[in-house]
């Protein structure tokens, strides 16, 4: 995880998933000697970070899009352009 935490700071949360996945957490957590909810928690902090990245890209380029702020066509061509092999 990305910062140390007290307990205070912690919450608690339940949730259910398929016998696969717990065995799966048991598993990495035994690999790398760090308890079940270290690793839950681990695994949650990545995909939050990714998603929420994703998702605030998006927005903006959704939020640019309403604003009328698109590219044209030749910054599309000259965009792809860019990337074909010589």
Known sequence: ?????????MVTVSFRCEREVRDSLDEVAKLIERDRSWVINAAIEE?????LSDLRSIARGLD????GEL???????AAFDAFKPT
């Open 71 to 77: 590219a044209s066509d030749e910054q599309v061509k």
């Open 64 to 67: 640019q899009a309403r604003r």
């Open 1 to 9: 995880m990305a910062r140390p935490v007290s307990d205070r700071d």
């Open 47 to 51: 995909y939050l970070a990714r998603e």
